[in-house]
């Protein structure tokens, strides 16, 4: 079955970095779109980024310029590199699939804290 396992989330200062990783297995990664979602306390859930088969991105407003979402097929894995990070960018960070003629898929989250 679809398996997306993410790992890198933790505590970190502002300014500070983090990267992410989301470990794909169950279809051919390399077929489907991919991407993170966010949910901050008390907030909406916010699409932070996205990547296409092809590797086109997409990015929130909030987070352009200093995150980056890359994919690598030979290790069904994609990442969110998160630099510059503000506590405003605290929250639990899903990763997603989508595949085709399957549906979209989700990963159980990891919590990223940004505290000083």
């Known amino acids: 079955q679809v398996q997306l396992v993410e790992s890198g989330g933790g505590l970190v200062q502002p300014g500070g970095s983090l990267r992410l990783s989301c470990a794909a297995s169950g279809y051919i990664f390399s077929d489907a779109a991919m991407g993170w979602y966010r949910r901050a306390p008390g907030k909406e859930r916010e699409l932070v980024a996205s990547?296409?088969?092809?590797?086109?991105?997409n990015y929130a407003d909030s987070v352009q310029g200093r995150f980056t979402i890359s994919r690598d097929n030979t290790k069904n894995t994609v990442y969110l590199q998160m630099n510059s990070l503000q506590p405003e960018d605290t929250g639990n960070y899903y990763c997603?699939?989508?595949?085709?003629?399957?549906?979209?898929?989700w990963g159980q989250g990891t919590l990223v804290t940004v505290s000083s």
């Open positions: 997603y699939t989508d595949i085709i003629l399957r549906g979209r898929y």
């Open positions: 990547i296409t088969r092809v590797g086109s991105t």
